[in-house]
């Protein structure tokens, strides 16, 4: 319902397949066999031993130890955060609770949400009954009752959300 099925369906809309990276049957023994303690991430800092395989003269150290950008941010903390701003400028708070009352389905529930959704209704007019529901994480996961689609505003996303 979320990032995953996102991510499929931006892929096969252009007739692409994604294919997980590690088909190596070998390498995928040789991670098997790591003791799963050392395989959790006790470390705060995520994919830890992965990093640590690559440390020499591989990658710079700042790109090397850099946090991961989720998904949903993936097109760079700066777009998002331009959308968002853009769209807080587009709409005052009377035209945003004008719009949104036209929609019974999938109703919009901020104004970048809206931006969205004027979009998709120019493009798709009438067909946002398509839509099951909004991309945004499982509200029932510790952390994740937010109203925001961004990984940046769950609690558990660490410093690249800064």
Not at 5 to 33: N, Q, T
Not at 119 to 136: L, T
Request: aromatic content about 14%.
């Amino acid at each position: 319902m979320y990032d995953v099925l996102r991510a499929d369906r931006c892929i096969s809309v252009h007739s692409m397949e994604a294919r997980v990276p590690f088909g190596d049957l070998d390498f995928v023994k040789y991670v098997m066999s790591i003791n799963p303690e050392r395989k959790l991430n006790t470390y705060n800092k995520g994919k830890y031993l992965l990093r640590h395989a690559f440390e020499g003269d591989y990658l710079p150290r700042d790109i090397l130890m850099r946090e991961k950008a989720a998904f949903s941010d993936a097109v760079g903390h700066s777009m998002v955060d331009y959308l968002k701003e853009y769209a807080e400028e587009k709409y005052t708070d009377e035209e945003f609770e004008a719009k949104c009352a036209q929609y019974d389905h999938a109703r919009p529930f901020t104004k970048e949400s809206l931006l969205y959704r004027e979009i998709f209704e120019k493009y798709y007019p009438g067909q946002a009954d398509m839509i099951v529901d909004f991309w945004m994480p499982n509200k029932e996961w510790e952390g994740c009752n937010v109203n925001d689609p961004s990984a940046r505003v769950l609690s558990n996303y660490g410093a690249s959300g800064v």
